[in-house]
């Protein structure tokens, strides 16, 4: 069983107030939220466990992430309806087009939360188009 870097009352103190039923969704949510960060971590080389043991206030930022991601999903999963983030409406033959945060009720990470934790960096590097022949 995978490490679980947050527990139900840090989703409560960091986020909100959740009825009963939104309470059991997301201490289902939190183990699933631990492990794909865990996995997003192992494919850029690093070590959730190992970087959040080594470095308290770093287990602290993974913690508001993960309460953050178990939030969203939390309130995608709501019966009102999730907040349009992009909407287009047309006249005569009235047409309307809407985009939903979150539509497919998914736990995800947004990039600023992963580059803040260190596991998305801007990679740089340089090609010598013509060759490096130093032989002066």
Do not use: C
Not at 78 to 105: F, V
Not at 116 to 125: A, H, M, S, T, V
């Amino acid at each position: 069983m995978a490490a679980v870097y947050a527990a139900i009352d840090d989703v409560i103190r960091l986020g909100r107030k959740l009825t009963a039923e939104e309470q059991e969704l997301a201490e289902a949510l939190l183990p699933v939220a631990s492990a794909k960060l865990s996995l997003i971590a192992k494919k850029h080389g690093k070590s959730i466990a190992l970087m959040s043991a080594a470095d308290p206030e770093f287990a602290l930022a993974v913690k508001e992430t993960i309460v953050r991601a178990v939030i969203r999903a939390v309130n995608a999963a709501a019966d009102n309806s999730p907040a349009a983030t992009q909407a287009s409406q047309a006249a005569m033959g009235y047409s309307i087009s809407m985009s939903y945060l979150n539509a497919g009720q998914q736990l995800y990470y947004l990039r600023n939360e992963l580059k803040d934790l260190g596991l998305l960096r801007q990679r740089w590097g340089a090609l010598e188009v013509y060759g490096n022949d130093n032989s002066d």
